[in-house]
C-alpha cells in the first residue's frame, strides 16, 4: 500500500491551524519548552508509547527543559496524514502536561 504525500494545501491548512509547526528542510518542526527536564522527559514518554502503537516515530531532540521535533513519514519521503496525526496527537499531550 503506497502512502501519499500531503498536497500543498494540505500542508498550508495543517500550518494555518497549528501555528506552533512550521515547515523546515521538508519536515514539520516544533519546539516545545517545559517547566524542567522531568516534564520534558514525561511528554517524550507520552509521545513515545504512542509513536510506537503507530509505528510512526518523531525525528527529536531534548536538552534539559526543551524538546525540538521534526515529523517526516521516511516511506513516502515526505510529509504524510501520518505526520499531521502524530503533530496533533503531540498537541495533545503537551496541552495536558
Do not use: C
Amino acid at each position: 500500500m503506497s502512502i501519499t504525500i500531503a498536497t500543498e494545501q494540505q500542508l498550508q491548512s495543517f500550518l494555518s491551524e497549528q501555528s506552533h509547526w512550521i515547515l523546515r528542510n521538508g519536515k514539520l518542526h516544533r519546539e516545545y519548552s517545559f517547566l524542567d527536564f522531568i516534564e520534558a522527559f514525561g511528554f517524550m514518554t507520552q509521545v513515545a508509547l504512542l509513536a510506537e502503537r503507530h509505528d510512526h516515530h518523531p525525528e527529536w531532540n531534548n536538552v534539559y527543559n526543551k524538546v525540538s521535533v521534526d515529523l517526516v513519514t521516511h516511506e513516502a519521503d515526505g510529509i504524510t496524514e501520518r505526520d499531521f496525526l502524530l503533530a496533533q496527537n503531540m498537541e495533545d499531550i503537551f496541552e495536558a502536561v
